[in-house]
């Protein structure tokens, strides 16, 4: 007696038949995704995105001010290149 071999597909019978879809309805699925997230991004409300896209820049002018005003409020300056800003001489001329 012959052992039998083992089939891993199954054999479509008249109760059971494999559903084999392969790539035939991707073209169909990406387009119903996109169709999904366009509707999605329409549906967006605007009022909300302008309010915090306003807010962030307002918060951002204000930290550009801010960060503007820090040295003279700290009484920091700036010293060019080869000055001197103490009004000393130099110790050959004294």
Do not use: C
Not at 51 to 60: G, I, M, T
Not at 79 to 89: A, D, L, M, S, V
Request: hydrophobic share 35%; proline share 11%; glycine share 6%.
């Amino acid at each position: 007696m012959a052992t039998p071999t083992f089939d891993k597909t199954h054999t479509p019978s008249k109760w059971w038949r494999p559903v084999n879809y392969g790539w035939e309805y991707f073209g169909i699925a990406l387009v119903a995704v996109a169709v999904v997230v366009t509707v999605g991004i329409g549906l967006m409300p605007e009022e909300s995105e302008k309010s915090r896209v306003a807010e962030a820049v307002a918060h951002d002018a204000a930290r550009q001010e801010r960060i503007r005003r820090e040295p003279e409020d700290l009484g920091l300056f700036y010293i060019e290149p080869g000055t001197n800003p103490f009004p000393t001489k130099p110790p050959s001329e004294q």
